[in-house]
């Protein structure tokens, strides 16, 4: 019973999360890519509060993990191109892509060929700090970092005034903010959260609480001027 009132809680506060503010303030867009989508957690995310929105994405994942409502582009995003024509989108997702790629810099010229005038994009990566964090075992196997080195693929963090100078040098943007991911109200609600997941075994809403409250994640917001 408790662990339901829980998990109700945490949906409702996700309400005034950064990311999903991000979200909401799209209702006036029309196509959307996700650089690096996976299997398309974030415009799974996005489609609930603007399903009238054309999702894309890129990754090298195979195309039957990606949710079929995705317009799909396989590539590598260290080597490739962006497949679409100048000023395709109104907004790009780059959400905890940027420290996998070897040299992400070289995208910054095709995110601003593909974004519309007035277009706008969303960057999130781990915060500098995760670096320094402890190495939890628990529940290991399901994945979700505590540290940055835990997961073998990422290359190297980023601090939030390095990704305001990756939009505003890399992407030529007007980078109109830069920040660490929090949801203060639910803040308040992640001991106990991280209490209920231990107990549970519960491994990823255990790490959500924990970058929550540590200030794991950094974002920043770009707009083509």
């Not at 309400?15 to 799974?44: E, I, P, S, Y």
């Not at 700090?129 to 399901?142: A, E, H, L, N, T």
Request: glycine residues 8%; hydrophobic residues 40%; contains cysteine.
């Amino acid at each position: 019973m408790i662990a339901k009132m829980l998990k109700s809680a945490q949906k409702f506060l996700l309400h005034f999360d950064t990311r999903r503010r991000f979200f909401r303030r799209l209702h006036g867009a029309q196509r959307v890519l996700d650089l690096g989508c996976g299997d398309g957690k974030n415009c799974l995310e996005l489609r609930e509060t603007a399903a009238h929105l054309e999702f894309y994405g890129i990754d090298l994942l195979d195309p039957k993990m990606v949710p079929g409502f995705i317009q799909y582009q396989q590539a590598d995003l260290n080597t490739a191109n962006l497949p679409y024509p100048d000023g395709f989108f109104d907004a790009i997702l780059f959400v905890h892509v940027i420290e996998h790629l070897e040299n992400p810099m070289r995208l910054g010229s095709e995110i601003h060929r593909v974004l519309k005038p007035g277009g706008k994009i969303y960057v999130e990566t781990p915060n500098w700090i995760s670096m320094f964090m402890p190495s939890f075992g628990f529940k290991r196997d399901q994945g979700y970092p505590f540290n940055f080195f835990d997961d073998r693929t990422h290359r190297k963090p980023w601090s939030k005034h390095g990704l305001y100078e990756f939009l505003r040098q890399d992407c030529k943007l007007n980078a109109v903010k830069a920040g660490t991911r929090r949801n203060w109200l639910k803040f308040f609600l992640d001991p106990v959260i991280m209490f209920f997941a231990l107990l549970r075994g519960n491994r990823p809403y255990l790490v959500s609480s924990f970058w929550n409250v540590t200030g794991w994640c950094i974002y920043a917001i770009g707009i083509k001027g």
